[in-house]
């Protein structure tokens, strides 16, 4: 019960100071799981990864709670989603209500016009971070190119593009 209490600090902390939705959680939830407390090793994260962009819902919500099942089960999973998903909560309810009062104010006005870049340099900061331990062969560089023209120049959704990769790399695995 002690090291759930912890972990759920751990995401609602998590949850309440990480600015760019899931994605940018992401490398957060690294740095906390894997790096600092190594409660999941790196193949575990890419896993949950990989299984939370295949299912609905928000990427960080999903990762955290699997990670929440892995370690304590069911309730673990519930502790886990909350603790991450409580501080969005009421953190939004708040902002909502200031916003409202301020919306025409400069100051926020201008604060926006620099958190929205910080919130992509996190993004690409994931990719990076992500992208180190992943295999880089011409079958790894094949998909991520595939996946971008496919997106991009096709138009095909993300999770179609994620379901034919998932379907080539088990024929790629099976073949090899």
């Given at each position: 019960?002690?090291?759930?209490?912890?972990i759920?600090?751990?995401?609602?902390?998590?949850?309440?100071?990480?600015?760019?939705?899931?994605?940018?959680?992401?490398?957060?939830i690294?740095?906390?799981l894997?790096?600092?407390?190594?409660?999941?090793?790196?193949?575990?994260?890419?896993?949950?990864?990989?299984?939370?962009?295949?299912?609905?819902?928000?990427i960080?919500?999903?990762?955290?709670?699997?990670?929440?099942?892995?370690?304590?089960?069911?309730?673990?999973?519930?502790?886990?989603?909350?603790?991450?998903?409580?501080?969005?909560?009421?953190?939004?309810?708040?902002?909502?209500?200031?916003?409202?009062?301020?919306?025409?104010?400069?100051?926020?006005v201008?604060?926006?016009?620099?958190?929205?870049?910080?919130?992509?340099?996190?993004?690409?900061?994931?990719?990076?971070?992500?992208?180190?331990?992943?295999?880089?062969?011409?079958?790894?560089?094949?998909?991520?190119?595939?996946?971008?023209?496919?997106?991009?120049?096709?138009?095909?959704?993300?999770?179609?593009?994620?379901?034919l990769?998932?379907?080539?790399?088990?024929?790629?695995?099976?073949?090899?």
């Amino acid at each position: 019960m002690k090291e759930l209490i912890k972990i759920f600090f751990i995401f609602f902390r998590i949850g309440a100071l990480t600015i760019g939705g899931g994605y940018a959680m992401i490398p957060v939830i690294h740095k906390e799981l894997v790096d600092r407390e190594k409660i999941v090793t790196e193949d575990e994260f890419l896993d949950y990864i990989a299984v939370a962009q295949s299912i609905p819902g928000i990427i960080a919500v999903n990762v955290s709670t699997f990670i929440g099942y892995k370690l304590h089960g069911v309730l673990g999973a519930i502790v886990i989603c909350l603790a991450v998903v409580l501080p969005s909560f009421l953190i939004i309810i708040a902002l909502a209500n200031v916003l409202m009062l301020y919306r025409d104010s400069t100051f926020i006005v201008k604060s926006f016009s620099g958190i929205r870049p910080a919130v992509i340099g996190i993004m690409i900061f994931s990719i990076y971070k992500l992208s180190k331990p992943l295999d880089k062969n011409m079958f790894s560089i094949g998909i991520i190119i595939a996946t971008i023209a496919a997106i991009l120049v096709f138009n095909i959704h993300p999770i179609i593009a994620l379901i034919l990769s998932g379907g080539i790399g088990v024929i790629y695995g099976y073949l090899n």
